[in-house]
């Protein structure tokens, strides 16, 4: 091979290279798609709420299905809030609903994020229990949980 075209394959590796990774995060590095992920993070957090709330309400879920709601509602409790709740992505980024104050006190923000699976695992604990009741408190106390953060930390929706 020549010196131009082993030049030109490395210079082709090397931006493919770039490419694959930029290609892994350009959407997630952009702020208006990390508000939008998180947007879509919480709606999991919503809908596995939702899933207990309508079994405990007899209103059509299944005892699957919110065992199912409370496992998606786990998972993202496991993940870490830096990756939810990027620097940048306050109100006045798209949509956000998300106030400054929640970076400003990001240590009460860490320990809201932190309640959320204690909480979520008792829930699972009672789904898998099957005590009715006991699923109906424990889904109260991990709603509390979003509560505390939304109070303090979300944008009141109109
Ligand atoms: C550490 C803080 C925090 C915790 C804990 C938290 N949230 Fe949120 N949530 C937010 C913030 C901030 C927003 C606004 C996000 C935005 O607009 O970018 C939000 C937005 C939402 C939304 C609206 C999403 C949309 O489409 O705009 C839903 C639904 C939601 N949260 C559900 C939940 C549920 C359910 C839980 C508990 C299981 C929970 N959240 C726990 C901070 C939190």
Not at 21 to 27: I, L
Not at 67 to 78: D, I, N, Q, S
Not at 103 to 120: G, I, L, T, Y
Request: charged share 20%.
């Amino acid at each position: 091979m020549n010196n131009r075209v082993v030049n030109a394959l490395a210079a082709a590796s090397v931006s493919a290279l770039l490419f694959a990774s930029f290609g892994g995060s350009a959407g997630a590095a952009d702020p208006a798609e990390q508000v939008k992920d998180r947007q879509q993070t919480m709606k999991k957090l919503g809908g596995g709420m939702g899933a207990v709330a309508k079994f405990v309400k007899n209103e059509g879920a299944t005892a699957e299905d919110a065992a199912k709601g409370a496992e998606a509602v786990l998972a993202v409790a496991a993940m870490d809030p830096k990756t939810i709740f990027p620097q940048g992505t306050a109100v006045g980024v798209a949509d956000s609903a998300a106030k400054p104050e929640l970076w400003q006190s990001w240590s009460v923000a860490q320990e809201r994020w932190s309640a959320m699976k204690p909480a979520a695992e008792k829930l699972d604990a009672a789904i898998k229990g099957g005590d009715r009741a006991q699923i109906a408190q424990a889904l109260g106390a991990t709603s509390k949980t979003c509560g505390s953060c939304h109070e303090d930390f979300r944008v009141k929706k109109q």
